[in-house]
């Protein structure tokens, strides 16, 4: 089967730095997508990551461990408006490289 | 600007009746999908169109239809036969069928009189 892991919910405070994981079991693997997404939004692209290692995007970082099927989204210098859902995504093998499989997300609440 | 235009943003049903939603795009993308999100659950996918006249069925077609006329457009139609439509309804395209990031529209609120 197809299966992408994330924590339901994170608490962090204003200015700390959070790590939201990701693990995820597919059959094949075409690269794996970040997004955010504020409560009835579009969500919005973060970060691709197709190869091991981490990609940086200013406060925004994302990395990835294909051998371990993980990746982490790490925010730092958080902002209020960082509360919001972060879904993983993972597109598929060769026969589904259009689909994305998304995760049920991370709800990220930050505090004062 | 360039984007992806949903509408309506809220949308209520009554018992048997079918309702459209639609989607718009001038970004030249020529895939374009249909996710519907349920409180708790992952995006799941509803159809895809890869290109004009043509879309296949995602995870989760049953009681839904499209359309794919023009290549700016792919409305969704959740029929009579979807018996548990609430949710929220997302459209998103993407330059090929390859698979670049998804571009996603605001999404449709559709509920159940």
């Known amino acids: 089967g197809q299966n992408i892991d994330q924590p339901t919910e994170m608490t962090a405070t204003e200015g700390a730095i959070v790590q939201i994981n990701c693990t995820y079991q597919?059959?094949?693997?075409?690269?794996l997508f970040w997004y955010q997404q504020h409560a009835g939004e579009a969500p919005t692209f973060l970060s691709y990551?197709?190869?091991?290692g981490l990609e940086e995007k200013g406060r925004f970082s994302s990395f990835l461990s294909r051998s371990k099927g993980y990746s982490y989204l790490l925010l730092k210098e958080l902002q209020m408006k960082d509360s919001a859902s972060y879904l993983c995504a993972v597109r598929g093998g060769v026969d589904s490289s259009y689909k994305l499989i998304f995760g049920s997300g991370t709800r990220l609440l930050v505090r004062p | 600007d360039g984007g992806i235009t949903q509408s309506p943003k809220y949308l209520f049903r009554k018992e048997g009746q079918n309702v459209t939603l639609s989607c718009e795009q001038n970004l030249n993308h020529d895939a374009m999908y249909w996710y519907r999100q349920d409180p708790g659950q992952g995006l799941r996918l509803i159809y895809y169109?890869?290109?004009?006249?043509?879309?296949q069925k995602g995870d989760i077609a049953e009681g839904y239809s499209v359309s794919r006329e023009k290549k700016e457009s792919f409305p969704l139609t959740v029929t009579s036969a979807q018996k548990n439509p609430t949710a929220f309804y997302l459209c998103?395209?993407?330059?090929?069928?390859?698979?670049?990031?998804?571009?996603f529209g605001s999404g449709t609120q559709l509920s159940v009189l």
């Open positions: 597919t059959s094949g693997f075409n690269g």
């Open positions: 998103a395209s993407s330059i090929t069928q390859k698979g670049e990031k998804l571009f």
């Open positions: 169109s890869q290109i004009v006249n043509d879309f």
């Open positions: 990551n197709v190869l091991d």
